[in-house]
């Protein structure tokens, strides 16, 4: 199974793992799962790093980069049509990142790893 980890997820999985939901952390955990993460977590990191957010130990191109080699996470491809599903999606979360990644989970049926209750909402298959 792959398992798309929402940026907190990810976040979380490289710097606070005590905060990971109990399944979340045994799913991660399952060697047979693949890790993945969207485009629109990295955009949403460097953004928040940026305006002074989200501290990070290094610039975020060098410390996601590293998360990603550390954890070995694949970083998915973003796809014209993930977009447009995240346009048309009812407007239950107004956050344009966390609506990108409903639409990669729902596009590519991944399991997704978040606390956040708006992407069980959409039909994501959640995981915490």
Known sequence: ????????AFI????APEFLGAKAAQALGEP????????????????????GKLPLPSPPEVWIEEQLRLQ????????????YRSGSLPPIHKDPFDRVIAAEALHRDLRLLSPDEPFAKYGCSVIW
């Open 1 to 8: 199974m792959t398992l798309l980890l929402d940026t907190c």
């Open 72 to 83: 070995d996470i694949e970083v998915l491809p973003m796809q014209r049509v993930v977009l």
């Open 12 to 15: 979380w999985l490289t710097s």
């Open 32 to 51: 047979s799962n693949d890790r993945a993460l969207s485009l629109a977590s990295i955009w949403e990191i460097t953004l928040k790093h940026h305006i």
